[in-house]
């Protein structure tokens, strides 16, 4: 069966100190690994689409790097802003044109 | 703002109802799509409307049916309701057919409560 899954469930960071959140898939044919952020009370927003292994994405603080079995999401000298639930998504090459989730990760930084 | 509208934001009802969620999606997209998020499941694909024509199908239940109209406007009709409906209903939309970019432009959410 096709799965997504995210660690840990909850970071709490200060401000600053720079961490990681991992998303290890297990689907067939990875057609597209890819990070949201939600906000409480909202709809996840696009962050990074990751392709192949060794692919790398940047924006502002992350960075999403992917794997042949997993993807981190590399959050640098975070600010309270980047507070959010990050969630990682596959396609797949079964897929009838739904992505997978995870569960997500939720990061909270306090000043 | 991402661009598509849901309607209603909330929703309380109890048991047996049907309610219809609504969305518009963003100008030019013409793929929707709708979601499910509980706490204990996360999100869930649910079903995909293309310029009018189901494309995809996740694990909808025999008791939600939905719809996209030659506006390119969808509805989500939920029937004889039960109290494990409880939940986020997202609707998103895209460009294309396909999710290729994974790139999918969410709503605000309709929040369903039934009691």
């Known amino acids: 069966e096709d799965q997504v899954t995210q660690s840990p469930e909850a970071l709490r960071l200060q401000e600053g100190e720079s961490s990681s959140l991992n998303c290890s898939y297990t689907v067939s044919g990875l057609r597209g690994l890819f990070w949201y952020r939600q906000d409480p009370g909202k709809g996840p927003e696009f962050l990074f689409t990751l392709y192949s292994a060794g692919e790398e994405k940047e924006k502002e603080r992350l960075k999403a790097t992917l794997t042949k079995k997993e993807s981190f999401l590399h959050i640098t000298a975070p600010k309270p802003e980047d507070s959010a639930t990050y969630l990682c998504a596959s396609a797949h090459g079964g897929s009838q044109g739904n992505l997978i989730f995870g569960k997500g990760t939720k990061l909270s930084v306090k000043p | 703002d991402s661009g598509v509208t849901q309607t209603p934001k909330h929703l309380i009802t109890a048991t047996g109802q049907r309610v219809t969620l609504r969305c518009s999606p963003r100008s030019g997209d013409l793929s929707v799509y709708w979601y499910q998020q509980s706490l204990d499941q996360g999100l869930q694909f649910l079903i995909q409307y293309y310029n009018g024509e189901e494309r995809a199908k996740g694990n909808i239940l025999e008791r939600f049916s939905a719809q996209q109209f030659p506006d390119l406007h969808s509805e989500l009709n939920l029937s004889s309701l039960e109290l494990g409906d409880s939940a986020l209903y997202f609707c998103?939309?895209?460009?294309?057919?396909?999710?290729?970019?994974?790139?999918?432009?969410f709503g605000e959410g309709s929040r369903l409560t039934v009691l």
């Open positions: 998103a939309s895209s460009v294309a057919g396909g999710i290729m970019t994974g790139e999918l432009f």
